[in-house]
């Protein structure tokens, strides 16, 4: 079965510093996608990759997917507190079947 | 704006005792899916509905039931709730199409007592 690790587990940075998570499948990815969890919430979809080499950036989060579509990365330039919470990779595994990650939990340093 | 609306928030039952999740969804959306996160762990898939068409995770407990009575609704019924089951249950929905992204809500946190 397909499985997403993610690195780091955890990351604490101070404001303003660059900071990047990746994500590494077991199997070649048709569809990844990042969601941002606040503690005890749900998850917000922040972007989508699904082609080997895209990247999409939306105000300072930028996400790759690699060319062998089997690692993605998340960028934050100049991180800031709103940029805490718990991000997830996800994937779909099988028709309608979507797993997760388990999460890097950022936490921002004002 | 919820889209994606589940009740309660925080949820505490008694070992044993019967408990039901609620999803409720204002996006007209084809699937429902139940998933279960425990504490810094992944989100598990339990199960989906597509429509009225249900389907169970392989490994979900039987313990764990759902009910989808019409498009917006869907119910999570855990028959004896162990402590084990303790977890943030959380519902998403998606159109059905390839390659879309899942609307979550908020989230149940359950706690088992």
């Known amino acids: 079965s397909q499985e997403l690790e993610q690195s780091p587990q955890s990351l604490i940075v101070q404001e303003g510093k660059n900071l990047t998570i990746n994500c590494t499948s077991s199997?070649?990815?048709?569809?990844l996608y990042w969601y941002k969890q606040k503690y005890g919430e749900g998850l917000i979809f922040l972007m989508m990759?699904?082609?080997?080499?895209e990247e999409k950036s939306h105000e300072k989060i930028t996400a790759k997917l690699d060319e062998k579509k089997q690692q993605s990365s998340l960028h934050i330039t100049a991180s800031q507190p709103s940029h805490a919470g718990i991000y997830l990779c996800?994937?779909?595994?099988?028709?309608?079947?979507?797993?997760f990650g388990t999460g890097t939990r950022l936490k921002v340093l004002a | 704006d919820a889209m994606v609306i589940q009740n309660p928030r925080y949820q505490v039952t008694q070992f044993g005792k019967p408990v039901t999740l609620s999803c409720s969804q204002t996006?007209?959306?084809?699937?429902m899916y139940w998933y279960q996160q425990k504490s810094s762990q992944a989100p598990k898939l339990l199960f989906h509905?597509?429509?009225?068409?249900?389907?169970n995770e392989a490994d979900t407990p039987d313990n764990f039931q759902s009910r989808r009575p019409n498009t917006s609704f869907c119910f999570l019924d855990i028959r004896s709730p162990g402590l084990g089951d303790a977890a943030m249950y959380l519902c998403?929905?998606?159109?059905?199409?390839?390659?879309?992204?899942?609307?979550f809500g908020s989230g149940t946190q359950l706690s088992v007592l």
């Open positions: 998403a929905t998606s159109r059905g199409q390839v390659y879309e992204k899942l609307f």
């Open positions: 199997k070649t990815l048709y569809g």
């Open positions: 990759l699904q082609k080997g080499g």
């Open positions: 996800g994937a779909h595994s099988g028709t309608y079947k979507y797993i």
């Open positions: 996006l007209n959306h084809n699937v």
């Open positions: 509905y597509y429509d009225k068409d249900f389907n």
